[in-house]
């Protein structure tokens, strides 16, 4: 079992900055790709961005490179989203995921934290 708790959202100014945690509970914390996925008012949750385990691979969708950065420490049990320059569209409630498995779709995550609300304002 694995719990997972956002934390770090809030309101921004296009062009600024946040980032989110996700801190996972259990010991066996770095056997999980962790995974950022993001639900906008009247559209589907889509994938942003995952990490793997132990080497530390990373993924993102389009349009988010560059600009968003994952990361983890695993000492620490957590997962990180950095996001720079941020745009109106980011704006979504934005979720922490887990699973042993590398994948882009929320369907095959296990383990769901219960999200943090990014507004970004224009």
């Known amino acids: 079992q694995v719990r997972l708790v956002e934390s770090g959202g809030g309101l921004v100014q296009e062009g600024g900055s946040l980032r989110l945690s996700c801190a996972a509970s259990g010991r066996t914390f770095n056997w999980y790709y962790m995974g950022w996925f993001r639900q906008a008012p009247g559209k589907e949750r889509e994938f942003v961005a995952a990490?793997?385990?132990?080497?530390?691979?990373?993924y993102y969708t389009d349009s988010v490179k560059g600009r968003f950065t994952i990361s983890r420490d695993n000492a620490k049990n957590t997962v990180y989203l950095q996001m720079n320059s941020l745009k109106s569209e980011d704006t979504a409630v934005y979720y922490c995921?887990?699973?042993?498995?590398?994948?882009?779709?929320?369907?095959?995550?296990?383990?769901w934290g219960q999200g943090t609300q990014v507004t970004v304002s224009s």
């Open positions: 995921a887990a699973d042993q498995r590398r994948s882009y779709v929320s369907t095959d995550y296990g383990y």
């Open positions: 990490i793997s385990g132990t080497r530390g691979n990373t």
